[in-house]
């Protein structure tokens, strides 16, 4: 059973466009969601984070959309840059030791 | 940077052999981890270790066995290879309670 969901499987946008990565997760007892950025060949880093408390967290050009009322959040990579090219991982915890992994979706920016 | 190190990169072996994995991480964590990735690039946790004490273990079958000599290491250790095995293994650490994971760059095991 897969707690954590993300569509789509694959992404490819324009460079310069904005890409959009969704998550929804089962689990109401998940309070905090971070994101991890994974280039082929290595592990994956985290990326940014939050926490059930806000509703938006922005860290330059990646910007986090949550709902806690649907259960769903949303990655935004503005500016999209061909750089940005990698597999984007949601993830969630309802504490920090039981960290749950999406599905994963794997985004490719076009020059 | 690279603060968790994993060897070797690769690994090709047949079924029924013994392989072991290394893993150190020098960030000063008080916690690993071993995760499996597999071919569609879903991350399953298998084990995490705090202070020599094994605190997750996800229904890993007991082929499997973590190592730890100290907090900075976190080996891994398969006893009898199937080809379900195949995947990418990673290892990570964190401080305390996990909020930040830190992951190597992976052993790919192939087992043929």
């Known amino acids: 059973q897969q707690q954590v969901r993300q569509s789509p499987q694959s992404l490819t946008v324009w460079e310069g466009e904005t890409a959009i990565l969704n998550c929804s997760y089962e689990?109401?007892?998940?309070?905090?969601f971070p994101w991890y950025q994974q280039f082929p060949g290595e592990g994956p880093a985290l990326l940014i984070a939050?926490?059930?408390?806000?509703d938006k967290k922005e860290d330059g050009r990646f910007t986090i959309f949550f709902n806690k009322r649907e259960k769903k959040l949303s990655l935004h990579i503005t500016d999209s840059q061909p750089g940005d090219s990698a597999t984007y991982f949601c993830?969630?915890?309802?504490?920090?030791?039981?960290?749950?992994f999406g599905t994963g979706t794997r985004l490719q920016v076009l020059p | 940077e690279t603060a968790v190190f994993q060897t070797p990169n690769y690994h090709v072996t047949q079924v029924g052999n013994e392989v072991s994995f290394n893993c150190k991480q020098t960030?000063?964590?008080?916690?690993m981890y071993w995760y499996k990735q597999d071919s569609k690039k879903l991350l399953k946790i298998m084990f995490s270790?705090?202070?020599?004490?094994?605190?997750v273990n996800e229904t890993v079958p007991r082929r499997f066995s973590p190592q730890s000599s100290d907090k900075a290491h976190l080996n891994l250790r398969i006893k009898s290879v199937e080809p379900e095995d195949s995947a990418v293994y990673l290892c990570?650490?964190?401080?305390?309670?996990?909020?930040?994971?830190?992951f190597g760059h992976g052993t790919k095991l192939s087992v043929l």
């Open positions: 270790y705090n202070n020599k004490q094994l605190i």
């Open positions: 990570a650490s964190s401080y305390g309670g996990g909020e930040r994971l830190f």
């Open positions: 960030l000063g964590h008080d916690t």
């Open positions: 689990n109401s007892a998940f309070d905090y």
């Open positions: 939050i926490r059930s408390v806000s």
């Open positions: 993830a969630a915890s309802p504490n920090t030791n039981k960290v749950v």
